[in-house]
């Protein structure tokens, strides 16, 4: 049994100051009735937080944010690791201002969309033509269609350690979410493991056929091993798919050129997003010319309809996009993230083997893409002891629903947050020997993709 639900009582901490979230429980509870889930994004639902330590953000600042109570926070993971520079970065905010009062959006394209296209084909050198969209999920769908059309193949092969996709149904159907797409649609989507040539080998050997296109991220959690990405190209060359690398996450981020950039992987599309604008809504479709003229006004073979979107050439995101990557480009950025997530991991792992519970909390993943492992008393996975990291954190004033660094966080953001997590760390190792339901004031957060509540 849990506690009685009360958010504002101290774990005993000198560093976690008692916290009131009245203003945002109230502003949830209004939410519920007109918004199903009370968001607009599932990895921000209530549900992904500890019970009544979900705050609502009123604004936000480099690397900090404040919520409706006027609670400050040091935050991670930034709208969905969309805001690589930081909140209201002022040359990002600067240049959409400006581009607003041109207009916004008009009959035929604006100047705008040529610059933003050769800005980002001087950044992604591997791209011969690239498209925008607004979301990523409308690039790797996009993809998958201009694959199927060059193929004449109907099967996507993803990764089966990588997440996420797209929200359409060709990979939601394939989820425990699926209610509302005909199974037949999830047949045509199949998947394989990562760093694992001999599994990828034999379904393209069984079923390469009717193979349309492999995806997947260069790097997400898992480094690649040596030749894995050389051979997954090799593969795709010989069953005669395209090879889609998905830089949703890792472009701008890992590299100004993504994973494939990183890891020097020829891919024949990459599908882009998050990191691109600071926030504002771009993604991107980008490739080899002789697959993305498919989708112009110059091919002799049948057309593709790619992409072609109402807001996609919206001037004031796009001046956003230009100024986010030309800083990226320009400010090595993606290599002060990587700086800022080594000391951040180093700091975080050193006070876990200080406590003596290293094997059961961690760090993971690239150091420009942090991301935390909690772990119970028997050594397995547990969402009841990340909810109480997440309690713990939100009440000493720090959002983490991972350790994803951006430009803004300065040294003195990282050393505060390690010690921050330091203090935190006795209350886990406690829940480790005593049981994790003596320590947690509510119930354990929930998967994104459950079929019921």
């Known amino acids: 049994m849990h506690r009685a639900l009360d958010p504002t009582v101290d774990s005993g ?61 040091i935050e991670y993971g930034a709208g969905v690791r969309s805001v690589t520079l930081g909140h209201s970065e002022c040359r990002v905010c600067q240049a959409a ?18 610059e933003a296209a050769e800005t980002f084909l001087d950044c ?13 999920s409308d690039a790797t769908t996009a993809a998958v269609k201009l694959a199927r059309a060059i193929t004449d ?24 979410m699926d209610a509302g797409i005909p199974p037949e649609q999830a047949e045509l989507t199949v998947r394989f493991p990562f760093n694992d040539v001999g599994a990828l080998e034999t379904l393209l050997n069984t079923r390469g056929h009717d193979i349309a296109c492999v995806m997947l991220e260069a790097e997400r959690d898992e480094v690649p091993e040596p030749g894995y990405l050389a051979a997954v190209r090799q593969l795709c060359t010989r069953h005669g798919c395209l090879l889609i690398v998905d830089e949703t996450i890792a472009g701008f981020r890992l590299a100004v050129d ?52 109402t807001h996609g050439g919206e001037t004031h995101c796009l001046a956003a996009s230009i100024e986010t990557m030309k800083i990226c480009r320009d400010e090595d950025v993606p290599a002060r993230l990587a ?6 991991a180093a700091g975080i792992d050193d006070a876990a083997k200080a406590e003596g519970i290293f094997d059961h909390f961690h760090t993971q993943g690239h150091p420009s893409n942090l991301v935390y492992v909690t772990k119970d008393a028997d050594g397995q996975r547990s969402q009841p002891f990340r909810t109480l990291f997440l309690q713990e954190s939100v009440r000493r004033g720090l959002i983490a629903p991972n350790l994803v660094v951006g430009a803004a966080h300065d040294d003195a953001a990282i050393d505060r947050t390690i010690d921050l997590i330091a203090d935190i760390l006795p209350t886990y ?13 509510g119930r354990p957060v929930q998967p994104v993709f459950r079929r019921f509540n």
Not at 124 to 136: L, Q, R, T
Not at 429 to 441: Q, S, T
Request: neutral net charge; charged residues 20%; contains cysteine.
């Open 258 to 309: 993504g994973g494939h950039g990183l890891h020097d992987v020829d891919a024949d599309l990459t599908t882009w997003g998050k990191g691109m604008a600071n926030g504002f809504s771009v993604a991107a479709l980008a490739g080899k010319r002789q697959f993305m003229e498919r989708g112009g006004l110059t091919t002799d073979e049948e057309r593709v309809f790619l992409l072609s979107l």
């Open 153 to 176: 193949k109907k099967l996507v092969a993803v990764c089966s350690s990588q997440p996420f996709f797209s929200v359409d149904d060709w990979f939601i159907g394939t989820v425990d």
């Open 429 to 441: 190792r406690r829940a480790l020997e005593d049981g994790v339901e003596h320590h947690l004031v």
């Open 339 to 344: 700086a800022a997530g080594r000391r951040l």
């Open 124 to 136: 992604v050198p591997s791209a011969d033509m690239v498209k925008f969209a607004k979301n990523g």
């Open 13 to 73: 901490s000198v560093q976690a100051p008692t916290r009131m979230f009245s203003r945002s429980i109230r502003h949830q509870q209004r939410a519920h009735a007109v918004i199903p889930g009370a968001a607009h994004t599932y990895a921000k639902g209530d549900d992904q937080y500890a019970l009544g330590l979900a705050p609502v953000i009123a604004r936000g600042q480099g690397c900090r944010v404040w919520d409706l109570d006027g609670n400050e926070y």
């Open 97 to 114: 201002q400006d581009a607003l009062w041109n207009g916004t959006n008009f009959a035929r394209p604006a100047a705008i969309e040529l």
